[in-house]
């Protein structure tokens, strides 16, 4: 079994940072794009960021300059730094990634996160 555990949401005051995190554990042979999304009440869930295993990176235009998704292919972990914090950045944050069982491609599968809530209010 595989497991994906965020962790570091919390409240902000607008223009603060959060950091959060996201590591996933278990039966792992190679995880390729990890990727943060994040879903606001009464919002669809959207793609906020997201990485390669060769760290090349993607973001949402509402969020670049001020966020910045990176990750620790050593332990299997994402991040995803957050400057500049608004309002509008509210929702819950979850993380996905696409991992390998094997060396077999047909044992690729999809793994989300529990989510991390963020608040930015003041």
């Known amino acids: 079994q595989v497991q994906l555990v965020e962790s570091g949401g919390g409240v902000v005051q607008p223009g603060g940072s959060l950091t959060p995190s996201c590591a996933a554990s278990?039966?792992?042979?190679?995880?390729?794009?990890m990727a943060w999304y994040r879903q606001a009440p009464g919002l669809e869930r959207e793609l906020v960021a997201s990485?390669?295993?060769?760290?090349?990176?993607t973001y949402a235009d509402s969020v670049k300059g001020r966020f910045t998704i990176s990750r620790d292919n050593a332990k299997n972990t994402v991040y995803l730094q957050m400057n500049s914090l608004k309002p509008e950045d509210t929702a819950v944050y979850y993380c996905?990634?696409?991992?390998?069982?094997?060396?077999?491609?047909?044992?690729?599968?999809?793994?989300w996160g529990q989510g991390t809530q963020v608040t930015v209010s003041s």
């Open positions: 990485i390669t295993n060769r760290r090349s990176g």
């Open positions: 996905n990634a696409l991992i390998y069982f094997s060396s077999s491609t047909y044992s690729r599968r999809e793994y």
């Open positions: 278990g039966s792992i042979f190679s995880i390729t794009t």
